[in-house]
């Protein structure tokens, strides 16, 4: 009688332990997982807050929108744009930048993307459909036309501010230091560095 309670109590004593030991693997498996999971939202967590820093003091990725600076760039190109140089240097005639867009309107856009072409100062005019700064004519390879809008009189550019302008000479086709003035280095964003995509046009600005 005995014998049979015992050999009867086994079986149950084993599914007993197998139960236990599931419930303990899958305890511990359950635990892994949340471990897991923790270190990858806080190596998420970590990777976003150093991009976020970069890109909001080091360098950002813009796409260029519109036409202004043709032959340069073209619209849907991707550049890079160094902000931390302008924390070391001014920027320089012949400088690619990209600055907030100092005008109003319905047509205002968040940033723009422009030439140097007048630097604390300078005096900047178009005489006979072509730049000159400081009374000299500037030679602009990276343009392929005259400028076609009218001609100004000399301008002083103030400290601390910039004469930017489009490489797009035809008609029209840039808003810029003709239309909305000078712009003060507070709105420069930073440096174009470069073109990165599409990758067949790669090449320093």
Same mark, same amino acid.
């Given at each position: 009688?005995?014998?049979? $309670?015992?050999?009867?109590?086994?079986?149950?004593?084993?599914?007993?332990?197998?139960?236990?030991?599931?419930?303990?693997?899958?305890?511990?498996?359950?635990?892994?997982?949340?471990?897991?999971?923790?270190?990858?939202?806080?190596?998420?967590?970590?990777?976003?807050?150093?991009?976020?820093?970069?890109? $909001?003091?080091?360098?950002?990725?813009?796409?260029?929108?519109?036409?202004?600076?043709?032959?340069?760039?073209?619209?849907?190109?991707?550049?890079?744009?160094?902000?931390?140089?302008?924390?070391?240097?001014?920027?320089?005639?012949?400088?690619?930048?990209?600055?907030?867009?100092?005008?109003?309107?319905?047509?205002?856009?968040?940033?723009?993307?422009?030439?140097?072409?007048?630097?604390?100062?300078?005096?900047?005019?178009?005489?006979?459909?072509?730049?000159?700064?400081?009374?000299?004519?500037?030679?602009?390879?990276?343009?392929?036309?005259?400028?076609?809008?009218?001609?100004?009189?000399?301008?002083?550019?103030?400290?601390?501010?910039?004469?930017?302008?489009?490489?797009?000479?035809?008609?029209?086709?840039?808003?810029?230091?003709?239309?909305?003035?000078?712009?003060?280095?507070?709105?420069?964003?930073?440096?174009?560095?470069?073109?990165?995509?599409?990758?067949?046009?790669?090449?320093?600005?």
């Amino acid at each position: 009688m005995e014998l049979e $309670l015992e050999e009867g109590g086994l079986p149950y004593r084993k599914r007993s332990d197998r139960t236990s030991r599931l419930k303990k693997y899958r305890s511990l498996r359950r635990r892994k997982w949340i471990a897991e999971f923790r270190d990858w939202m806080i190596m998420a967590i970590v990777v976003f807050t150093v991009m976020s820093l970069l890109n $909001l003091f080091v360098f950002n990725i813009s796409m260029v929108k519109g036409h202004s600076m043709q032959p340069t760039l073209y619209e849907g190109e991707r550049l890079f744009i160094n902000k931390i140089t302008l924390t070391f240097t001014d920027p320089k005639r012949g400088d690619i930048v990209v600055l907030h867009d100092p005008s109003s309107g319905p047509e205002r856009k968040e940033y723009l993307v422009k030439r140097v072409v007048g630097i604390p100062g300078d005096i900047v005019e178009v005489r006979q459909h072509k730049l000159y700064v400081n009374g000299k004519p500037v030679v602009e390879p990276y343009v392929d036309a005259s400028i076609e809008d009218a001609d100004f009189a000399p301008v002083p550019v103030g400290r601390g501010f910039y004469f930017v302008m489009g490489d797009n000479r035809h008609a029209g086709a840039s808003k810029d230091s003709r239309f909305f003035g000078a712009v003060p280095l507070k709105m420069i964003v930073g440096k174009a560095a470069y073109i990165w995509w599409p990758l067949s046009k790669l090449n320093a600005l």
